[in-house]
C-alpha cells in the first residue's frame, strides 16, 4: 500500500531529527535514574531534566520549577482539575468549561461532577470561540476553577486567553488551559496571559509521545494541588513515579526547537493552509470553514462539503491521511460534539474533514492534496441527489422530508 501523505498534524507530529539526536543518549549510554542521589549516573539524568525543565519554561514564560512532568497532556489535565478539587473543594464546588474542550477535559469534569462539583460547561459561538463575558456571566461566588483551552484541536479556534486570564486574576479565581495545540504554534506568556495552570504534550510540537508536563504557577498566586498519584513523591510531591528521561530530554530540546523556530514555523503552516484553502475554495462551491478565520492555529484548516458525506470523503481521498474531525474516536457515527456544540449542523458536521499542516509538510504534498480533494468532491457529488436539487435551484429548506435526514 502506497504510504499517504500525513495532514494530521493536529492529531501528532513526527519527532524532529533534532530532537531525536537530543534524545538518543539518553535510552543506553545515559540512562541513570534522575532520583539517584547517590552517584553520577543519576546526577546526569537528573541534570538533563533540569535543563529541559529550563527549556519548556522559556518557552511559556514559566520559571523551571513551575514545571512538572507527567505522562501527557491527559494525565495533565486530570492533574490540574482533580487536584485543584482535592485541595480548594472547601472554598467552593464550582467549575467553568466549555462544551468544546477536549474529551479529557469534559470526562475529567464529569468525574468531578460525581464528587460533588457543579460543572457549567459554556457553549461557544458559531466559530467555537468564548468571550470572556460568556465567562464574566458564569462565574460565581463558589467558582474555584475555570478550564478552557487555548486553541481548539479540531477546528483551531483560539480563545481571547489573556482576557480571560485577567478576569480570573481579578476575581481570584484560578486559570487552567489545556494549550496543548497551541504551545509552540503561537506565543504563550503564562505571566502576560494571567495563567494559573497550563498543559502541554511532546507530541505535538515534534516531540516524543508519552511525555508531557503542568505548569504549576508558584507565585502570586502560590497553586498547590493534591497529587493524583501516590508513591516517592516526585516533582516536589506532585507526580510520583520515576522520571522518563529520554522523552523528557525529547519534550526540552522540541520546546527549544519550537522558541527558535516559532515564526517559521507559523508562516510556513499558514502559508500552506492559505494555499490550500484558495485552491479548494476556489474549485469547488458551498464549502464552509469551520472555526474562526481571525482567530485561527495555523496549519489547522477544518472545512466541510455540503452533500458530500465525510466518511465517504475519507475513503475518497485515501492518498491523504486526514481526520474526520473527530467524529469518527468511536464505531458511532455520531457528529463532533465540537461542531455540535458550535451549531454548525448536521449536514456540516457529518461532512467535515479536518487538514493539518506542520513543520514537515511540503508545498506540493498540499497541492497535490488539494487536487485529490476537489476530484474526490466533485465525484461525491455527482452521485448526490441533494446536490443537484441545489444546482437546480430547488430550495432544500422548502423540500418535505420522509423520515430522518
Ligand atoms: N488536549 C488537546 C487539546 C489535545 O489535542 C490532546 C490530544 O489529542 C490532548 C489534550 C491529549 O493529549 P495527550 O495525547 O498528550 O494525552
Known amino acids: 500500500m502506497k504510504t499517504p501523505i500525513y495532514l494530521d498534524y493536529q492529531a501528532t507530529t513526527p519527532v524532529d531529527p533534532r530532537v531525536l539526536e537530543a534524545m538518543l543518549p539518553y535510552f543506553s549510554d545515559v540512562f541513570g535514574n534522575a ?28 520559571s523551571a520549577k513551575e514545571i512538572v512532568f507527567t505522562s ?63 465567562v464574566r456571566a458564569a462565574l460565581r461566588d463558589d467558582t474555584i476553577l475555570v478550564a478552557l483551552m487555548w486553541a481548539n484541536n479540531e477546528v483551531g479556534t483560539i480563545h481571547p486567553v489573556r482576557e480571560i486570564g485577567a478576569l480570573c486574576k ?70 510520583s513515579g520515576t522520571l522518563n528521561v529520554p522523552g523528557i530530554v525529547g519534550l526540552g530540546a522540541a520546546c527549544a526547537v519550537a522558541e527558535a523556530d516559532l515564526d517559521k514555523d507559523r508562516e510556513h503552516s499558514n502559508a500552506l493552509r492559505e494555499a490550500f484553502e484558495k485552491k479548494v475554495l476556489g474549485s469547488l462551491d458551498h464549502v464552509v470553514i469551520n472555526g474562526d478565520v481571525e482567530h485561527r492555529l495555523p496549519g489547522c484548516s477544518n472545512l466541510s462539503f455540503p452533500y458530500v458525506e465525510g466518511e465517504s470523503m475519507i475513503m475518497g481521498i485515501k492518498d491523504l491521511a486526514v481526520s474526520s474531525g473527530s467524529a469518527c474516536t468511536s464505531a458511532s457515527l455520531e457528529p463532533s460534539h465540537v461542531l455540535q456544540a458550535m451549531d454548525v449542523g448536521d449536514e456540516l458536521a457529518h461532512s467535515s474533514i479536518r487538514f493539518g499542516f506542520g513543520r514537515m509538510t511540503t508545498s506540493e504534498q498540499v497541492d497535490f492534496a488539494a487536487d485529490q480533494v476537489i476530484e474526490a468532491v466533485k465525484k461525491l457529488r455527482e452521485l448526490s441527489p441533494l446536490y443537484e436539487m441545489v444546482q437546480e435551484g430547488i430550495d432544500l429548506s422548502t423540500v418535505q422530508w420522509q423520515g430522518g435526514h
Request: contains cysteine; hydrophobic residues 35%.
Open 35 to 62: 532520583a539517584s542521589r547517590s552517584h553520577a549516573f543519576g546526577w546526569t539524568a537528573e541534570e538533563a531534566v533540569e535543563t529541559s525543565r529550563a527549556q519548556i519554561a522559556s518557552l511559556i514564560g514559566a
Open 170 to 239: 481579578e476575581r481570584k479565581i484560578l486559570f487552567f488551559t489545556d494549550a496543548t495545540q497551541a504551545v509552540g504554534k503561537i506565543p504563550v506568556d503564562v505571566e502576560a496571559d494571567h495563567v494559573d495552570l497550563l498543559c502541554l504534550s511532546g507530541h505535538k510540537i515534534y516531540g516524543p509521545k508519552g511525555a508531557g508536563c503542568l505548569y504549576v504557577r508558584r507565585r502570586s498566586p502560590r497553586v498547590r494541588l493534591v497529587a493524583q498519584m501516590d508513591g516517592g513523591g516526585h516533582e516536589r510531591g506532585m507526580r
Open 72 to 134: 501527557g497532556s491527559t494525565e495533565a489535565i486530570n492533574l490540574a482539575i482533580k487536584g485543584v478539587c482535592d485541595m480548594y473543594g472547601s472554598r467552593g464546588k464550582h467549575i467553568v468549561t466549555c462544551q468544546a474542550e477536549h474529551k479529557a477535559v469534559l470526562d475529567t469534569c464529569k468525574h468531578i461532577e460525581k464528587e460533588g462539583f457543579e460543572v457549567t460547561y459554556l457553549k461557544p459561538d458559531k466559530t467555537g470561540r468564548v468571550s470572556v463575558e460568556d
